[in-house]
């Protein structure tokens, strides 16, 4: 099948193993063959428990990681040999905080606004509008290191809003929010989108957020896809595999294709140095 051109994203047999440890003589399959489309115009939700291939998944079809096998297509550009073009395409929001602390918010927006190449004219209007947009205009020349965690987010969220992206992806944008500071950010990617019909690719572990704004998602575990629909389809699936889900939720869907047995010990290494990357970038910021 010849991926179409107007679909936001394909990955078709994508696969990525991080080499580590000392001499590099470990190896760990973080993402093991997804086949992925994603709609233009759609919110998509890659859902999945903790190191189960999400971020990495992202970082490839954002071009932050090499795609060593497989196939990556943003807008119908490829990833590995188009990298500045898909760049140009794409606003990102990371798992780990990205703000530097010691900029005020202003400075931090338009600091991406350079490095997405938004035209030197426009810039300060962009910064402004994208600032605006994320209700930080009244705090914008304050130092981000005076912010709270809900306005550090919605910083990072103008910083990808500025070059006025057709595909945003979201890497947990909501956690540890307050619910207010929650439905905040998404009210406030939904007003961008219905604005400019940009399409979404998020994660979250909130599964009251991705029952409400995702139109489909893909279930993702051990760096494979276990299932993918709306949400609507995936409840039904669960009731069709399962009688004594009568009226699963999408935390039983969750539990349904990636639940694990945790006390078999499955928690790697790799998910503690996880925790100590996302601390140590935390300290940047808090
Ligand atoms: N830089 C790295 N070096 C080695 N292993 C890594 C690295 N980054 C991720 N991994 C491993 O790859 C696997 C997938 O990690 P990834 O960050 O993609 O998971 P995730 O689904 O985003 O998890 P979470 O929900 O905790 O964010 C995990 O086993 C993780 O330990
Ligand atoms: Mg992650």
Redo the contacts with the bound molecule.
């Keep these: 099948m010849t991926p179409a051109e107007d679909d936001a994203v394909v990955c078709r047999a994508l696969e990525?193993t991080?080499?580590?440890g000392r001499g590099k003589g470990r190896s760990?399959?973080?993402?093991d063959g997804i086949d992925l489309t994603v709609h233009t115009g759609e919110v998509f939700g890659?859902l999945?428990?903790?190191?189960?291939?999400?971020?990495?998944?992202?970082?490839a079809i954002t071009t932050l990681l090499p795609v060593p096998g497989g196939m990556v297509r943003v807008f119908g550009h490829d990833a590995a040999r188009r990298r500045m073009e898909v760049r140009r395409l794409l606003g990102y929001v990371p798992?780990q905080l990205s703000a530097e602390a010691g900029l005020t918010g202003r400075e931090n927006v338009a600091l991406f606004a350079r490095v997405f190449d938004v035209p030197r004219s426009e810039r300060a209007e962009r910064v402004a509008q994208a600032l605006a947009a994320v209700d930080l205009t009244e705090a914008a020349d304050r130092m981000a290191a005076t912010y709270s965690g809900g306005m550090v987010r919605r910083l990072e969220l103008a910083q990808a809003l500025v070059s006025a992206p057709r595909l945003l992806v979201l890497?947990?944008p909501t956690i540890g929010l307050d619910p207010i500071a929650r439905t905040g950010v998404w009210e406030r990617v939904d007003a961008v989108r219905r604005a400019t019909g940009m399409t979404v690719l998020v994660?979250t572990?909130y599964m009251d957020e991705a029952d409400r704004h995702c139109d489909r998602i893909a279930l993702?575990d051990r760096?494979r896809i276990r299932a993918l629909g709306t949400p609507a389809e995936l409840k039904a699936q669960v009731r069709e595999q399962d009688p004594h889900q009568t009226d699963p939720s999408l935390d039983d869907v969750f539990r349904h294709f990636a639940g694990r047995d945790l006390a078999r010990g499955e928690a790697?290494?790799?998910?503690f140095?996880?925790v100590r990357?996302t601390r140590r970038t935390a300290n940047r910021v808090g």
């Design positions: 990525y991080f080499h580590h760990t399959r973080a993402v890659l999945g428990p903790n190191g189960a291939g999400k971020t990495t998944t992202i970082r798992q890497d947990e994660t572990h993702m760096g790697s290494e790799g998910d140095s996880d990357r």
